[in-house]
């Protein structure tokens, strides 16, 4: 591995290409070829966007497996297992999601989602498609047509199931609905769980990586477990599930990613003259856009989750801060929370190896510079946070993410996640998202 020699757009094109080729199931991609046997809902929408650098067809394809895994209440699942049945814990026994009403026949899925950044990467297909015309054009646009109605159910579960009381920001009940696992912010809130019996288990995602410490820990698994199993016990019933479950937040990164992928659904809705969808869309982003916006701590600058049981903010210094980033709006607030990502506590903290937003800020006492979410660089973060700028015609900021990623991925291990200070690869290598990012970076 050397960083630093200068490396063409083209070999790295190539070798994000082969780990998606490594990765590629047939009709899903794993999100990691050992540490991640599945397909994971937001890993695929990363995945598709690479995918649809490199081929249309097989873009929608990774989209329309997802889809085939929705269920009958709109939510779309954050794990849909693959036949690797030992490959990954909890499998799909230890879940328990056999049990569920709204589960679709011949489905193997988690019971829980993540967010929701489909609309997003459908777009890019769409795109993609566009620009290539002929086949690729028909295929995406067929594609469009065909699965718009899946991904509008799926966004108005999450609109009224995770939001009943229209706050504009989206309840989740487990850390891993967020993406964000392991992360401080959610400290608080998994602190105060008290987990009842959980039966024995042997983990196997240790296996996988160099140091069991770059992964969350026995303690922090029983809590995960403890709270599957609460869901299971109401058959992952919509209704019951909140009254269930020891964890309840609202997720603002969650939140923004809803807002912002309302916004693009909305456009495509207009695309194919959906005008009233669109228009209810359309209302959708601008009520997650103002829930984001409302969380923002005047003292610091950063958005916050809101833990629901315990009623209290969650003021942690994370990535997540910057949701507003995300959701896009409101100019002002936009432009202070820029100054505040390049500044001192972040892109521009001292000694990092590259100019990229860590997880967690090194400047907070929770930072952990190689525990999973507790502090590592996520290269498909950066992505996002790197179209949310272009969106916003944020030139210059798109370039630096841009080219402090092509430094980092240069490495050509498509780290899960990196070390801020020395730029090392961590968790899983040959990660799909990564790749993916590359290749979107590449364009
Ligand atoms: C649990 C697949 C997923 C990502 C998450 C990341 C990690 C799973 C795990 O891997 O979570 O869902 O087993 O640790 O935190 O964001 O989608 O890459």
Redesign the pocket.
């Known amino acids: 591995m050397n960083p630093t020699r200068s490396l063409s757009m083209e070999e790295l094109r190539s070798a994000a290409t082969e780990v998606l080729k490594v990765n590629d199931l047939g009709t899903m991609t794993s ?2 070829p050992n ?2 046997p599945h397909m ?4 695929a929408a990363f995945v598709a966007i690479g995918l649809a650098r490199t081929s249309v067809p097989r873009a929608v394809t990774e989209l329309r497996s997802l889809l085939k895994a929705q269920w009958s209440t709109g939510m779309i699942p ?2 849909v297992f693959s036949d690797n049945h030992t490959g ?1 814990f909890p499998g799909f026994d230890r879940w328990g999601t056999a049990g569920a009403a709204a589960l679709p026949e011949g489905i193997k899925s ?1 019971g829980i989602c ?1 967010p929701p950044v489909h609309a997003i990467a459908l777009r890019h297909i769409v795109d993609r498609g566009r620009e290539n015309g002929g086949a690729d054009q028909e295929v995406a646009e067929a594609f469009l047509a065909e699965s718009f109605d899946g991904w509008l159910a799926w966004h108005r579960w999450l609109a009224t199931v995770r939001d009943p009381d229209g706050v504009g920001l989206v309840e989740i009940h487990h850390g ?1 609905e ?5 992360s401080p912010r959610w400290d608080g809130p998994y602190s105060r769980i008290v987990p009842g019996t959980v039966p024995p288990f042997t983990r196997r ?1 240790v296996l996988h990586v160099a140091d069991a410490s770059e ?2 820990d026995d303690a922090e698994y029983t809590k ?1 477990l403890w709270l599957v199993q609460q869901m299971a016990e109401v058959r992952f019933d919509d209704a019951a599930v909140q009254d269930a479950v020891d964890f309840r937040v609202r997720d603002v990164f969650f939140s923004a990613i809803m807002a912002a992928s309302s916004d693009v659904l909305a456009g495509l809705a207009a695309e194919i003259g959906r005008d009233q969808d669109a228009e209810e869309l359309r209302s959708m982003a601008t009520r997650f856009r103002e829930g984001v916006a409302s969380t923002v701590d005047p003292a610091t600058g950063l958005a916050r989750d809101y833990d629901v049981l315990a009623r209290e903010w969650i003021g942690t210094e994370t990535v997540s801060g910057f949701a507003p980033l995300v959701a896009g709006g409101d100019p002002a607030l936009l432009a202070a929370q820029r100054e505040l990502l390049l500044g001192p506590r972040w892109m521009g903290f001292p000694g990092l190896r590259f100019a990229l937003p860590p997880s967690t800020s090194p400047a907070s006492e929770a930072f952990r510079p190689r525990t ?2 507790r502090g590592p660089v ?1 290269p498909f973060l950066n992505l996002l946070l790197g179209w949310a700028c272009a969106r916003d015609g944020e030139t210059a900021l798109v370039d630096a993410l841009r080219s402090a990623s092509l430094e980092q991925l240069s490495d050509l291990q498509f780290g ?1 996640y990196y070390e801020p200070f020395t730029g090392e690869p961590l968790g ?1 290598l040959a ?3 990564t790749a993916a990012a590359a290749l979107e970076w590449v364009g």
């Open positions: 999100a990691a540490l991640y994971w809902s937001w890993d954050h794990i990954y988690s993540q891993w967020s993406g964000f696992d392991n995602d992964r969350p995960y999973y979410w996520w899960e899983s990660q799909a998202w």
